[in-house]
């Protein structure tokens, strides 16, 4: 993890920072001012609300129930990693700020059918015809080496164009870990769920989502075998 992951991930403001910068702390987002901080284990109607909008712009949360659990916080952490935001999942008035924009950020190929996986912002987003349809959560090679199963491996994940060849759909063990329902489009490197899911990379050279994101995916049709995936 680099010393800036680590300021992004420890500094709790709030969504301080970059927001200035990017203009988005406008007249035009009056609908999200005033509202409280919020974080993991609130609850109420500004946790409702939260989770409608972060769903209508493809911060998939799952259901809109008032309760910010640990797949809001997954969709929280996509939107401030999105924006240039920290990366603390507290929804404060600058992370309030782009809830309220109503904005997706762009693919990086244009139009297609294809997941892309940004190891730079540490997000994987689905590209579904011109739009981006989820940006989610992800985390990707620590690009520490370790040791498993006999060998070393250097924790990479590598940068190119691939497309899904193999899934597993259960929980698999192997060199690189333990893998709910993976999805491999690189040698043994998958994209699967898994228990944890940190705003950096974390992972042996695999891209993590949340177990509920992988399930989503699945059903929806977006994660599939020959879906193209694109790492940069």
Partial sequence: MSHIGRRQVVAGVAGAGALGALGLATAGHAEAAGRPTIQLGSTGSNVTYLQQRLNYVGYWCGGADGVFGAQTQQAVYALQKAWGLYRDAVVGPNTWGVVGSNQ???????????IEIDKARQLLLVVWGN???????????????????GRWYNGQT??????????????SNDALGSLYRPHFFNGAIAIHGATSIPPYNASHGCCRLSTSAQDML???????????????
């Fill in 158 to 171: 590598p940068s190119g164009s691939f497309s899904v060849f193999r899934k597993v759909n259960g929980w």
């Fill in 104 to 114: 997706r950020r762009p693919a990086r190929y244009g139009p297609g059918y294809r």
């Fill in 218 to 232: 699945i059903a929806g049709g977006y994660l599939t075998i020959g879906r193209s995936v694109a790492v940069f």
């Fill in 131 to 149: 739009s981006v349809r989820y940006t989610l959560n992800t985390s990707t090679g620590s690009n520490q080496p370790f040791y498993s199963w």
